[in-house]
């Protein structure tokens, strides 16, 4: 069974539409994030959700707004979708507590990457 | 923040062959982690080996081991008998004890000659 699954597998679209990639794990994680890897393939962390609310935001266009119904799905949603948007786009989910407080060593688990390109 | 640094972008090895691929970090922390992704040209991003920087012990996954140097902050990664398979773009990254966040390196790409 696929741990973390994304959708669509590739998404082609014209400039100015809007798309929305969704994320789901089954994992039982309770942080999921979204990385933009560029054509020069440099992973950027975009968003990080803790059990639904928004713990990292980087420097990202408000264009971008992810949207995380509950602990196992993130969702990203793009609007005016611009050409220096193509790049895939990775969600991703570890687990970063316990129920006795501590850290576990948890790697990042990807899903599979949507390349978008937009046109 | 925390950097990662792979100073190799391209590497290429003879099948069967050992390689290494370096990458070091800049951190003020103790604990953290430390991980090898494999991205082929498939783009899956596999996990391919960790290290707690507690831990003296180079992790070691079949094939696959580490150099781990905490006082030089370095974590490198060796390849031993590659296999064409092995061809791929290399990340490491690094976690630390507490937060959320992950720090990747430019990566290496790596190139298997039959």
């Known amino acids: 069974d696929t741990a973390v699954s994304q959708t669509p597998k590739y998404l082609v679209t014209q400039m100015g539409n809007d798309k929305s990639i969704k994320c789901e794990q089954n994992l039982g994680h309770d942080t999921m994030y979204w990385y933009k890897q560029d054509s020069k393939k440099f992973l950027k962390i975009m968003f990080s959700?803790?059990?639904?609310?928004?713990?990292i935001n980087e420097t990202v266009p408000n264009r971008f707004s992810p949207k995380s119904p509950d602990k196992a799905h993130l969702n990203l949603h793009i609007n005016s979708l611009e050409l220096g948007d193509s790049a895939v786009y990775f969600c991703?989910?570890?687990?970063?507590?316990?129920?006795?407080?501590?850290?576990?060593?948890?790697?990042?688990?990807f899903g599979n990457g949507t390349r978008l390109t937009v046109t | 923040a925390q950097t990662v640094t792979q100073s190799q972008p391209e590497m290429s090895v003879q099948e069967a062959e050992t390689v290494t691929l370096s990458c070091t970090y800049d951190?003020?922390?103790?604990?953290?982690?430390l991980f090898w992704y494999k991205q082929p040209p498939s783009r899956q991003m596999i996990l391919v080996i960790r290290?707690?920087?507690?831990?003296?012990q180079n992790a070691t996954e079949n094939r696959f081991s580490v150099n781990f140097q905490k006082a030089a902050k370095s974590f490198s990664l060796k390849i031993s008998d590659s296999q064409l398979g092995d061809a791929a773009m290399y990340f490491c990254?690094?976690?630390?004890?507490?937060?959320?966040?992950?720090?990747f390196g430019t990566g290496t790409s790596l190139t298997v000659i039959p």
């Open positions: 290290q707690e920087a507690y831990k003296q």
């Open positions: 990254a690094y976690r630390g004890y507490t937060g959320n966040q992950f720090y």
């Open positions: 951190t003020s922390e103790s604990d953290y982690y």
């Open positions: 991703a989910s570890s687990q970063e507590g316990g129920e006795t407080g501590g850290y576990y060593n948890s790697p990042l688990h």
């Open positions: 959700y803790n059990n639904k609310e928004l713990i």
